[in-house]
């Protein structure tokens, strides 16, 4: 007896309404579970990889595989030291101008 549901590995992404809710990303699917019932379970990245949900990736509103959070991370990095080194010759051209 089918039910007509489509079969597929979920792709998660938290609840705007409610931190420990998750629900699927997928339009044509409505399955929506309590964050501590997915610790452990296969998702699919936006990127098209499956993962194992860990911790650290419930703690985020779209969980990512480790090629996408380490690319992400990475960005984040480079753009921190680019701020970084803009602050840095910004507060030296100050410094100039009292002297």
Request: hydrophobic share 30%; proline share 4%.
């Amino acid at each position: 007896m089918s039910t007509g549901a489509k079969r597929h590995v979920h792709t998660y992404e938290r609840s705007p309404w409610n931190k420990k809710i998750y629900r699927c990303a997928d339009p044509e699917c409505s399955h929506f579970v309590n964050k501590k019932m997915i610790l452990g379970k296969v998702s699919m990245c936006k990127c098209g990889n499956k993962f194992i949900l860990t911790p650290y990736d419930l703690l985020l509103k779209n969980p990512l595989c480790t090629n996408c959070s380490a690319r992400k991370r990475k960005k984040l990095s480079v753009d921190n030291k680019i701020m970084q080194s803009i602050l840095n010759s910004d507060v030296t051209r100050e410094d100039e101008r009292i002297t």
